[in-house]
């Protein structure tokens, strides 16, 4: 299956996968050049990448971390459209519960990248998907100027 063309969150455990994928998929797509927004915690190689002009932008992330996901989900929100997540396949099916739920609450629309002999496989995840404050697709990943106005009183406006 092959993913529109759009901007794209590419969730990165493991970098060689990741840089491997994004060669393969700019280079097989000529009009997604630069459409991976890519995060995860190893920042030197990921800035590489950018410089490298593999990726449209990239984010530091704790995968684990609940609070560093809701930081993604908001600044994701705030300066990409994101039309869905992309994952190894590999690290989405090694994830416990607990990280699934994560995963499973970035986007409405989830994304499987298995590499295969040809190449790399993408097809969509069919697990329910959570709307909540990790959710970079919804408007309940609300922006700082957002907040400020929520905390700013009717009566002061």
């Known amino acids: 299956m092959a993913i529109k063309t759009g901007s794209y969150l590419l969730i990165d455990i493991d970098n060689e996968f990741s840089r491997a994928f994004v060669k393969h998929y700019i280079n097989t797509n000529d009009a997604a050049k630069k459409d991976i927004i890519i995060a995860g915690a190893n920042t030197q190689k990921l800035v590489k990448m950018m410089f490298d002009e593999q990726?449209?932008?990239y984010c530091y992330c704790d995968i684990e971390n609940e609070i560093s996901i809701s930081e993604l989900a908001s600044y994701l929100?705030?300066?990409h459209n994101?039309?869905?997540v992309l994952f190894n396949q590999t690290d989405y099916l090694l994830a416990d519960d607990t990280q699934r739920f994560i995963y499973n609450s970035l986007h409405e629309k989830r994304y499987i990248i298995s590499q295969t002999n040809h190449g790399y496989d993408?097809?969509?995840i069919n697990e329910e998907c959570h709307s909540n404050h990790l959710s970079?697709?919804?408007?309940?990943?609300q922006t700082a100027q957002e907040l400020t106005e929520l905390a700013v009183?009717?009566?002061e406006k």
């Not at 970079?136 to 990943?141: G, S």
């Open 136 to 141: 970079c697709d919804t408007d309940i990943a």
């Open 77 to 79: 929100h705030e300066h």
């Open 82 to 84: 994101v039309q869905g």
């Open 122 to 124: 993408i097809n969509p």
């Open 153 to 155: 009183p009717e009566y």
């Open 55 to 57: 990726i449209k932008d």
